[in-house]
């Protein structure tokens, strides 16, 4: 008997879930040496979670966006930078999905094969013959150093030709890494950058950025993922996230509530004072909205895509909408249990003070930002022309 989605999804939720102990156990060490420990990786590989966004014939399981979002929310509750990371890997995977069979099939060969990259065109591309040099850096490639092949993007000059944003895939081994990332949140990330330096990519592993864009296969054998845009599949790839530690805060907040006082007040516990109740049901209203905003978006994308119906401007824009709500109301809710958690929770030990610079970091990410996403937004119910070319 086949399996249907939501007995695959199920199983994958319950997957991560179970996984949250054992990955909890290596956040530590994961924070503070900015990058996922290996044995992490290693979970991550045995559940199945690098192969979500996998072409079956490579023995993937081209799993829908909701399912994403649902695995990226429990990954999220387990560690902010955890759940981060495998949602990156997944965008990438997806578009060489999109590339060239001969590309797919040197890329798929490697089992549970991880794919970082940037949607950022900060190197430039000279032609030659058989393909492209390429010279240049991208920042913030999350998971950089347990990749097996990244996903570049420049802008290729010819003498005879305008300049044209391309695409490629290269191996990781031929990339540099400059060790930067030192911060303060999503540092178990390893967003690092990465250095091209006379770098020859062949013809075949390239493509112009367009193609991606639109989610234009081409490929002869179209998957069940494939037929929506990149930027409303990137955009439900990587809400998860947000949501799972919005819940992680939840958690935390309720399960220290029973021994908490307020202090310099007459109560004994925290849980009776009526602040606290307005406190956490306006959080609690604030985590359902951002579900509701997260898997709106999700359900959008994959009936669209099952149904091979093209997208208006305006379901492109409200995509990242409903993404930027998401993470603008998952924020909110860890603001307002931050702030409920008295003083004891600004010490770096505090698994409180990590959420919320996690969710912090992840709403100034450049297309996660809810206030960008919500002026494109109004920008087109106002009549204008969206700003932007990523919708």
Not at 156 to 174: F, G, H, K, L, T
């Amino acid at each position: 008997m086949t399996a249907t989605i939501e007995d695959t999804r199920a199983g994958l939720v319950a997957q991560a879930a179970e996984l949250r102990p054992r990955l909890q156990a290596t956040a530590g060490w994961t924070e503070q040496n900015g990058r996922l420990q290996d044995e992490a990786i290693d979970l991550l590989a045995e559940a199945g979670i690098f192969r979500m966004r996998t072409p079956r014939r490579y023995g993937g399981l081209e799993s829908d966006t909701r399912t994403l979002v649902e695995v990226a929310t429990e990954l999220g509750r387990a560690n902010g930078s955890i759940g981060w990371t495998a949602s990156v890997y997944w965008i990438p995977t997806w578009m060489v999905g999109l590339f060239p069979d001969p590309v797919q099939d040197e890329v798929f060969a490697t089992p549970d094969v991880r794919i970082c990259g940037t949607l950022s065109p900060s190197a430039m591309a000279a032609p030659v013959p058989g393909g492209v040099v390429v010279n240049g850096k991208w920042g913030f490639t999350t998971g950089a150093r347990h990749s097996h092949w990244q996903e570049i993007l420049a802008v290729q000059v010819a003498p005879d030709a305008e300049p044209m944003p391309i695409m490629a895939v290269v191996p990781s081994s031929e990339l540099t890494i400059v060790d930067d990332w030192q911060t303060s949140a999503l540092s178990g990330t390893g967003s690092v950058t990465t250095v091209a330096q006379d770098l020859f990519v062949p013809a075949e592993r390239v493509v112009p950025l367009p193609v991606i864009l639109q989610g234009q296969s081409l490929s002869a054998h179209q998957s069940s993922m494939h037929g929506a845009p990149l930027l409303p599949v990137a955009s439900a790839s990587s809400v998860g996230t947000a949501l799972g530690l919005a819940k992680a805060a939840m958690e935390l907040f309720l399960q220290r509530l029973p021994k908490r006082k307020i202090t310099y007040t007459d109560y004994d516990s925290q849980a009776e004072a009526p602040l606290t109740h307005h406190q956490v049901a306006e959080a609690s209203m604030k985590i359902d909205e951002a579900e509701f905003h997260a898997y709106r978006l999700a359900d959008t994308v994959d009936a669209k895509t099952a149904a091979g119906e093209e997208w208006s401007l305006a379901e492109r824009v409200a995509a990242r909408a409903d993404m930027g709500a998401a993470v603008r109301l998952a924020k909110q809710a860890v603001d307002l249990l931050a702030a409920a958690s008295g003083g004891s929770s600004v010490y770096n030990s505090h698994p409180m003070h990590g959420i919320q610079q996690d969710v912090q970091a992840i709403s100034l990410h450049a297309l996660m930002n809810p206030d960008t996403n919500a002026e494109l937004y109004g920008r087109t119910i106002c009549g204008q022309p969206p700003n932007s070319l990523y919708i």
